[in-house]
């Protein structure tokens, strides 16, 4: 009764804001078994209210610590039992001076000192580096100028002289929430993942992170959870800073991932995760 009651309500708020709202295929939410509902992040807060005033189902959502922690807004995720992610580059960290990529693996210092810079984040397992735009996991730290990173292919790093600001990346504990997610999905539970990780303007899906798969897969390997469903919604905003204006929700069928994924992921967790996050994007 109370998931109604906020339905209800969410909906008389989005139609006051928004002339018309359309709503396709709506009848391909399942309504059992465990669900996740892989949603584009194309307007911040707006999405997930959209999401669930359109879903009969009671639905958690996922959402960035550092915004679960923001007065307002973390008091209304609270009430909506927000499970919040911790994310490295949410604690990053600025490092002195600046860097140059020598090659695919070695990053070479210019006035730093990585042993004591990076001190802190190594007691409790580096997460990585971020270079640019490019974020890499450090393999090892030679001396205070010298770092050895871990071959990425997909990560396409040009190396030359361009020296870069750079900052380093704590390894964060997100057990609890992985834990929380597990729970949901073994008692037949909907959540909802923007897994983009960030919210953009963009018509097209950027590259997706690859949490939704780890939760999906990791559920299905250590709980023995039914196999989970993955539901696509696509939100198109006609002019979506402008009052009264026109949104198109369109939820896809939904794609039951095989048990075989499941069993895989405990033997071989990138195969199965990338095989998870391809098909992610296809459907999308």
């Known amino acids: 009764m109370q998931v109604y ?3 209800k309500c969410l909906r008389g708020v989005l139609s006051l804001y928004f002339r018309k709202i359309y709503v396709i295929g709506a009848e391909n939410i399942p309504q059992d078994g465990p669900v996740i509902i892989c949603g584009n992040h194309a307007n911040q807060f707006i999405d997930p209210m959209m999401i669930i005033s359109h879903c009969d189902r009671e639905i958690c959502f996922t959402m960035a610590a550092s915004s679960y ?5 973390g008091q ?4 909506m039992n927000v499970i919040p992610v911790f994310r490295p580059e949410d604690s990053k960290k ?4 600046k860097v140059e990529i020598i090659s695919e693996t070695h990053i070479k210092g210019i006035g730093t ?10 007691e409790n397992g580096s997460s990585g580096i971020t270079v640019g735009n490019k974020t890499l996991l450090i393999e090892k730290i030679i001396d205070a100028e010298n770092l050895l990173i871990k071959e990425n292919k997909e990560a396409n790093i040009t190396p030359g002289a361009t020296e870069y600001e750079y900052f380093f990346l704590p390894k964060l504990d997100n057990s609890i929430l992985f834990k929380q997610v597990y729970d949901k999905l ?7 993942i923007f897994p983009e990780g960030t919210s953009h303007d963009r018509s097209e899906l950027i590259k997706l992170k690859a949490g939704i798969a780890l939760m999906t897969l990791g559920a299905m390997s250590e709980t023995n959870c039914k196999n989970v469903k993955i539901v696509p919604v696509g939100l198109n905003y006609f002019k979506r800073e402008e009052f009264r204006s026109e949104v198109i929700i369109e939820i896809g069928k939904p ?4 048990s075989e994924w499941g069993q895989e992921y405990k033997t071989n967790k990138r195969v199965s995760t990338e095989k998870l996050l391809k098909e992610i994007e296809a459907v999308n």
């Not at 922690?69 to 807004?73: I, T, Y």
């Not at 209304?76 to 009430?79: M, Q, V, Y």
């Open 5 to 7: 009651f906020h339905i």
């Open 94 to 97: 600025k490092g002195a001076g």
């Open 69 to 73: 922690a923001k007065p307002v807004v």
């Open 76 to 79: 209304i995720a609270k009430l």
């Open 186 to 192: 073994l008692n037949d539970g909907c959540i909802c």
């Open 255 to 258: 794609f039951e991932v095989p």
């Open 113 to 122: 000192n990585f042993i004591e810079q990076s001190r802190s984040f190594f």
